[in-house]
């Protein structure tokens, strides 16, 4: 080893040298660097603009005029609790309960099968047999069910086959799920919203099960436990927090949605409907506004729960 | 329970999982039937007839050339975009301890998280407080929003699997911040920005409640779609676009999956 | 000789927790020394000061009597091999050893001839072409060796160097880093929880515990005279007599340090003690005894008649293999 060699190096110089070597002795500023452009983005244009759709659910609109008044008031909060916008309320969440369950129950087989039979390239099957729905074009899947469910559509037409033709028109006949066809009815709305969000719900129980350690399950039929006894008190437990996770986006995600049961439905409101109506031709900002915080109080109380339940860890 | 690993599935179980996969999956192929259709005045099951007369119609509409311009373009730019501010995050979160990394992550989260519509009308309504005019630059400002979040959970997984030490080693071996991250960082995190920007430019090609708040008068594809499916008035090209869309969603999602597949998931429940 | 590394009451602390408190030290060019101690107790971070991946909170740091505080690591002309080897899974071999030389701007082909040569002195000629992924751990050591030398460091520092590898070959590797040492000449600073490993390579030891260095010396130095409990008890084993026992024997009230291998079954005379038990190590056979309540552990040398558990037996020692400690911590 040459002993002229020099043990502290110069820095190399130019721009971006001296630049590193700054960033280097500031961690702090070399952090605040990083943060600042996403924080600003997001704090400014996300963030700002919400907090300021908030604050105008505390104005109201003049009913003669039709302007929004700038002054502080909880009017539009009572008018959100009239009975024709309560009942936009309990009918969304009613459907969004409805579809987290069904989404639950139809979920759970296909990920259970994945997480503890499926094996090598079956693996990968069953996981992208739920990721390309998950990703692929949200209208063109609502667009898929509209040609389905259409009078004229396949599902008449697979009942007509089957003979089963009255079958169907019994059910449409049930008031309320019922309709003209199941395109305009809320079993329609019903069967899309479980259709487009299903793969929301299968990753999360999907991942939950795979966490499951074989010796658990062993343990439980080591103990006596029969295989229904092991689901019920072992593995159903143990999968929870996955489902609750999985549950976050299905509730959350029809509470939102507007564009469904515009599309397939009867011609009564869902909340994303009021909303989108309220915003834009009756120009009622305050309204939609205030109808906005419904689902942003629901979810908070419901992600609430769910954190309680250890669901976070799934996601 | 106890053979669970190498047993067999009970039968029951198997039929309800690929009934699931079925149900999930034939919606979308009867998309393709469609396309080749006769029939062009109602959704006709089955089909009259099969033609490919309806491609070259498609082909030879500039409105729909027009949409899918706008929704590249837009795409493009969001993600390019999304880009830089979600690894920059990514980075920040990882390898730093900081006060408040959990309210950097909630605040990515966030504008998934909370239905589009609300992403939506705040922006709107933020826009016309500050008498802000609806452009192409509206949309991308939604997209690029709820777009960071796929690119932060991709660069995120990834960063936890990259060993903390392949950057302190290249910094013993004489390379600076810049040279470390040129030569280690990006060629270790690069497939997982390009699979998370792929999965971007889908959800952004792809967005239509968010844009519907944002766009004013300008036609993105899914806007398009969306006119044609409140109003059908010309169902065989609807048809042949709902398919070409399909295809084209389908290559980038499975791109994203082979990139990222050994280790860290496509962080899809992001979406 | 020139002092290489040295530490001048250097303190790094994270928050409340002091991982290095207070620390003097001197390392000679040329020197292979060992920071030996049990995980959390500092070793690692000393070495990552010098290194410069951490920075003292208090104290001053020389490299070849430059400062180093403030310098970054890039800007060090020292080198690690790192404990989980670090090895770029993008880049091939040859290119890994080649890294140093790349960021220098060293040209193409020059970097290349060295990278090979770097290789070939840690025994894998030839393997440039290889991805890190292909090869076995050993190796992977060795690459990781290789792409430090290249650079030839002034320091080179090796944290747990060994610790991932096999026994047979860490023995194997002990030896080739002993002999590549002595051929370059290049100061050597290891880290290890290992004592048998600080023992049979260092040429001086520094027993570190909670932040603080307990004894500096030469291996025989710190395994005969243990100057505290946690030096004796974590440098091999040893019997810890306290001075109540201590004070019979020699005259002295100290804490004392008795290494098996010092105690033998007397053939005549002796102290009387009782046989707890006993286990075959191979080459020794490891007894347990009591002794007026002492408990006492002893080493036989293979093919010595082991007494049979319970019987009473006699054992002996050469006094001045009782050593007295300065500490009693």
Redesign the interface.
């Known amino acids: 080893?040459?002993a002229a060699?020099?043990?502290?190096?110069?820095?190399?110089g130019g721009l971006?040298?001296t630049?590193?070597?700054v960033?280097?002795?500031n961690?702090r500023l070399?952090?605040l660097l990083?943060?600042a452009?996403?924080?600003l983005?997001?704090?400014i244009?996300?963030?700002?603009?919400?907090f300021?759709?908030l604050a105008?659910s505390f104005f109201s609109i003049d009913e003669f005029s039709g302007l929004i008044r700038y002054e502080w008031t909880l009017k539009t909060y009572a008018e959100l609790l009239r009975p024709s916008n309560l009942d936009i309320i309990v009918r969304t969440v009613t459907m969004a309960a409805a579809v987290t369950l069904a989404s639950a129950v139809?979920?759970f087989?296909?990920a259970?099968?994945?997480a503890?039979?499926a094996r090598g390239k079956w693996k990968?099957f069953?996981?992208?047999?739920?990721?390309?729905?998950?990703?692929?074009?949200?209208?063109?899947?609502?667009?898929?069910?509209?040609?389905?469910l259409?009078k004229?559509?396949?599902l008449?037409?697979i009942f007509a086959k089957l003979h089963l033709t009255p079958v169907l028109e019994a059910w449409l006949s049930i008031p309320v799920i019922g309709g003209n066809s199941l395109s305009v009815s809320y079993t329609g709305t019903f069967i899309v919203f479980v259709?487009v969000w299903?793969?929301?719900m299968?990753?999360?129980t999907q991942a939950a099960l795979e966490r499951v350690p074989?010796s658990m399950?062993?343990a439980?039929?080591?103990l006596g436990?029969s295989?229904a006894q092991?689901?019920r008190h072992v593995?159903l437990p143990l999968a929870l927090p996955g489902i609750i996770?999985g549950s976050?986006?299905t509730f959350?995600?029809t509470?939102?949605?507007?564009?469904i049961p515009?599309?397939i439905g009867s011609s009564r409101l869902f909340i994303?409907q009021a909303?989108?109506a309220h915003?834009g031709t009756a120009g009622n900002?305050p309204l939609?506004?205030a109808f906005?915080v419904v689902?942003?109080v629901i979810?908070g109380l419901y992600l609430w729960m769910a954190k309680r339940q250890g669901a976070f860890d799934a996601? | 329970m106890r053979s669970d690993r190498n047993g067999k599935a009970p039968l029951g179980l198997k039929i309800a999982a690929a009934g699931g996969l079925l149900f999930l999956h034939l919606p979308i192929l009867l998309i393709f039937v469609y396309a080749f259709t006769t029939e062009d005045k109602s959704y006709q099951w089955p089909p009259p007839g099969l033609t490919l007369k309806w491609l070259a119609v498609t082909w030879n509409r500039p409105d729909v050339w027009q949409a899918l311009g706008l929704s590249v373009r837009v795409a493009a730019i969001s993600t390019a975009l999304a880009l830089v501010l979600g690894t920059l995050c990514a980075a920040a979160v990882s390898r730093t301890k900081f006060f408040g990394r959990e309210t950097v992550s909630l605040l990515v989260i966030l504008p998934i998280a909370l239905p589009g519509i609300i992403t939506g009308i705040a922006l709107r309504s933020a826009f016309s407080l500050a008498d802000i005019p609806y452009s192409f630059w509206t949309i991308v400002l939604g997209h690029a929003t709820f777009c960071v979040v796929v690119v932060y959970n991709n660069a995120v997984a990834r960063f936890r699997r990259t060993s903390g030490s392949l950057i302190e080693a290249s910094m013993d071996l004489g390379a600076d911040g810049f040279q470390t991250f040129r030569h280690v960082v990006l060629p270790n995190i690069g497939t997982a920005l390009l699979a998370g920007g792929m999965l971007a430019f889908a959800l952004s090609f792809d967005e239509v409640i968010v844009t519907t708040f944002t766009a004013g008068q300008q036609t993105t594809l899914p806007i398009w779609m969306l006119e044609e499916l409140v109003r059908p008035r010309q169902r065989p090209v609807t048809n042949v676009v709902a398919m070409v869309v399909v295809l084209v969603t389908f290559l980038p999602i499975l791109a994203a999956y082979y990139l990222t597949r050994d280790g860290d998931r496509i962080a899809g429940s992001g979406k | 000789m020139q002092t290489a590394v040295a530490f001048s009451q250097v303190s790094r602390h994270f928050g409340p927790v002091r991982a290095v408190d207070g620390v003097d030290l001197k390392i000679a060019e040329g020197e292979f020394f060992a920071m030996l101690g049990p995980s959390g107790s500092g070793k690692t971070t000393c070495l990552r000061l010098i290194a410069g991946f951490e920075q003292p909170t208090a104290g001053h740091i020389e490299i070849f009597g430059e400062t180093a505080e403030g310098v970054p690591p890039y800007r060090r002309n020292v080198n690690t091999v790192f404990q989980d080897y670090a090895l770029f899974p993008h880049l091939s071999v040859a290119d890994n050893v080649a890294y140093g030389p790349m960021i220098r701007g060293v040209a193409k082909a020059e970097r290349m001839k060295a990278a090979e040569e770097a290789l070939a002195l840690v025994q894998l000629p030839g393997y440039g072409a290889r991805q890190p992924g292909q090869l076995s751990g050993g190796q992977r050591q060795r690459v990781a060796l290789a792409r430090a030398l290249v650079n030839k460091p002034k320091v080179l520092l090796l944290d747990e160097p060994l610790g991932a590898l096999d026994l047979k070959l860490r023995e194997q590797m002990q030896e080739e880093l002993k002999t590549l040492q002595r051929s370059l000449g290049i100061t050597f600073v290891f880290v290890t929880h290992d004592q048998g490993e600080a023992l049979s390579m260092a040429d001086r030891v520094a027993v570190f515990n909670e932040g603080k260095i307990m004894q500096v010396g030469a291996p025989e130095e710190i395994y005969r005279a243990p100057r505290s409990r946690f030096v004796a008890d974590f440098v091999g084993s040893s019997n810890i007599l306290p001075p109540e026992t201590v004070e019979r024997f020699a005259g002295k009230r100290a804490w004392a340090s008795l290494r098996p291998e010092s105690i033998r079954l007397a053939t005549a005379g002796g102290h009387a003690a009782t046989v707890l038990g006993h286990s075959y190590l191979g080459a020794a056979t490891r007894l347990s005894v009591d002794m007026d309540g002492q408990r006492l552990t002893l080493l036989l040398p293979a093919g010595a008649t082991v007494p049979a558990t319970g019987s009473q037996a006699a054992i002996e020692w050469n006094g001045d293999d009782l050593h007295l400690m300065e500490d009693g911590q």
């Open positions: 080893m040459t060699e020099p043990v502290i190096l110069p820095g190399r971006f040298g630049l590193s070597d960033l280097w002795r961690p070399t952090l990083m943060l452009p996403p924080l983005w997001l704090g244009i996300y963030l700002g603009s919400l300021a759709l105008q139809v979920a087989p296909i259970y099968y994945a503890r039979y990968a069953f996981y992208l047999g739920a990721m390309l729905p998950l990703w692929s074009s949200y209208l063109v899947k609502i667009y898929a069910w509209k040609l389905i259409a004229e559509g396949i008449t037409w259709y299903l793969p929301y299968i990753l999360p074989d399950l062993e439980s039929s080591d436990g295989p092991t689901f593995l996770a976050i986006f959350s995600l509470l939102g949605d507007y564009i515009q599309i994303g909303v989108y915003q900002i939609a506004a906005t689902p942003i979810m996601l």
